[in-house]
């Protein structure tokens, strides 16, 4: 495989030193069709590889905390493409073989076969065998004229034209089938952005969309003549709003032994004097008139630090990593300390890198934050966890995986 895949990367390479210009047009449009082939067919083998691995937990046993996790890092995917690619790879095993051969064929993509194999199986509990692979011939002779969005649109009629004596009733199969593929897409996603913002994208179920309306729509009506804020801007001013006071209430549940809270680090000297940036602890930056607000209904709690920005001292707890001294790991730390890993404090856990058990006091020496699947990954691994000279903690990889057991650190939450 790995021979025929160099080779067919060296053909395509060729097609770079091609003189594209000087092609006639019925040939330019014949190699963008090849082209359009060739991408779903290596999509095909992408998925093929990408099921593989991830039946063999190739991604865990590396210390990733899933394959979509793994692809993230090793492909240089955004982790909702990763995430997607793991999905899809997943239906392989059960499409059938006419939705096989069109996908291996490149007549139709990915999306296009995610559509067809949900289609076929509804049409299959519907109307039987026959009129499913009725369905699949239809539905691929579809997919060569129209996208994903159109192929499922269309194929929620489909049994007019396989079996139009059970259509009327599979209608309504088919809407309770549309509603519980809405309850498994349901998600949202927040993307950080390079200047430190937030993407929202994502899909609401019914209830959650009115819950999200009621909350938001008083609060994103216009203020008056004098508001020039667009309708967009409302909105997100309103989301930051219930975020406002859902934190105000004592119903959150706790993170790592606190309240939900917004933890903002600034020198006391700088916040008096409405100077200095405040940084959050997920590391992102704030304005001085930002802190300067927040600061008026905040508890403020002082932190010594050392030359090198080390947390020194934030009044320290004997028994668990809460309170004081996890404010100090969160300062250090940033989040999850596991190499590779993004997910920040308020998902993570203090661990004891010489556990208490075993004489490990309690301190910011002795401790390490870590998500809770590195937290058990680490627990039951072979992975060594130290800290380094500048006392921020590096991991040491089992002589298996890396068999010069170079130590390993976090890069996603350095600050600049």
């Not at 290596?42 to 990733?64: C, E, I, M, N």
């Not at 079996?163 to 897409?185: I, K, T």
């Not at 927040?294 to 320290?316: K, N, W, Y």
Request: glycine residues 8%.
């Amino acid at each position: 495989m790995i021979d025929a895949l160099e080779q067919a990367e060296a053909a395509v390479a060729a097609c770079f030193d091609t003189a594209a210009w000087a092609a006639n047009e019925r040939h330019l449009v014949a190699a963008l069709d090849a082209t359009h082939r060739l991408e779903q067919r290596l999509a095909a083998v992408k998925l093929t590889l990408v099921r593989q691995l991830d039946g063999r937990g190739t991604a865990t046993a590396q210390g990733a905390s899933s394959t979509a996790v793994w692809l993230r890092d090793r492909l240089r995917l955004g982790v909702g493409a990763a995430r997607r690619l793991v999905e899809l790879a997943a239906t392989l095993d059960t499409l059938p073989p006419g939705v096989r051969d069109a996908l291996t064929g490149g007549s139709v993509d990915v999306q296009q076969v995610r559509v067809i194999a949900e289609t076929v199986e509804t049409v299959h509990a519907t109307a039987g065998a026959e009129a499913a692979d009725k369905a699949i011939g239809v539905l691929v002779e579809w997919a060569k004229q129209f996208d994903a969005a159109l192929l499922r649109k269309l194929g929620t009629r489909i049994l007019d034209h396989v079996a139009p004596e059970v259509a009327d009733a599979a209608a309504e199969a088919a809407l309770r089938a549309q509603e519980s593929r809405a309850a498994r897409d349901r998600h949202v996603t927040v993307s950080e952005q390079p200047d430190g913002r937030l993407r929202l994208t994502g899909i609401l179920d019914v209830e959650a969309a009115a819950l999200l309306r009621a909350a938001i729509d008083p609060l994103s009506a216009p203020g008056g003549p004098d508001d020039t804020r667009t309708a967009g801007q409302r909105r997100h001013d309103a989301v930051a709003d219930v975020c406002r006071l859902a934190l105000r209430t004592d119903e959150l549940p706790e993170h790592g032994g606190d309240l939900a809270q917004l933890v903002i680090t600034t020198g006391y000297d700088e916040l008096t004097r409405q100077l200095g940036i405040g940084t959050l602890d997920a590391g992102l930056h704030l304005t001085p008139q930002a802190v300067r607000r927040l600061a008026c209904d905040a508890a403020i709690i002082p932190a010594v630090l050392g030359s090198t920005g080390q947390p020194l001292d934030v009044g320290r707890q004997r028994r668990l990593i809460t309170g004081p001294l996890r404010r100090a790991l969160v300062l250090r730390d940033r989040g999850c300390a596991f190499p590779g890993c993004d997910r920040p404090p308020r998902w993570c856990d203090g661990h004891h890198i010489r556990h208490w058990a075993d004489g490990g006091d309690t301190s910011l020496d002795n401790a390490v934050l870590l998500c809770g699947h590195h937290h058990r990954h680490v627990h039951r691994g072979d992975w060594v966890v130290r800290l380094g000279g500048d006392g921020h903690p590096e991991f040491v990889p089992p002589a298996w995986l890396d068999p010069e057991q170079l130590p390993r650190r976090n890069h996603y939450h350095r600050r600049n």
